[in-house]
């Protein structure tokens, strides 16, 4: 009779690990396949960092470098100008500032009218004269490394 039980118990605990591998199996499989996945997006999603931080670069030095135009139109300056530009875009002056390539201080003389922009910087100016509020908060982040990642 311990002979039976003994054999009965044998064949359950075979049968059970049987039927466990046949459901683990698949699990398993599809396991490593995620992990294949996931490796393949993570080595993807790094290169795309990789373009995304050119880029951003790129940009950068773009918005910093001053617009080569020797034979562009001269730029009219007004400091009341400069006032109600940095007004309408509601920028700090070093935000501004920063914009243009020059110090706090700077945008308050030229502002009241103390001194006036040089040549690189007129055309610094004159260029972000026109943009928008949006377009001026999104150059700041390329300025500031704030950039989405």
Do not use: C, H
């Not at 690990?17 to 396991?31: A, C, F």
């Not at 026109?130 to 982040?141: C, P, S, T, V």
């Amino acid at each position: 009779m311990a002979n039976i039980a003994s054999a009965l118990r044998d064949e359950i605990s075979r049968l059970a690990r049987k039927e466990i591998r046949q459901q683990v199996d698949p699990l398993r499989k599809s396991n490593a396949q995620l992990r294949r996945t996931v490796a393949a997006l993570k080595s993807e999603l790094a290169g795309l960092q990789r373009s995304v931080g050119f880029l951003k670069n790129q940009e950068k030095r773009r918005l910093e470098s001053p617009p080569a135009e020797p034979d562009a139109k001269p730029v009219r300056f007004s400091p009341a100008w400069v006032k109600k530009d940095r007004a309408r875009l509601k920028l700090s002056a070093a935000d501004y500032g920063r914009l243009i390539g020059v110090s706090s201080l700077t945008v308050y003389s030229w502002e009241s009218g103390k001194s006036r922009p040089r040549a690189e910087r007129l055309a610094a100016w004159a260029e972000i004269r026109g943009i928008g509020k949006r377009e001026a908060q999104r150059r700041l982040e390329l300025l500031n490394g704030d950039g989405a990642q």
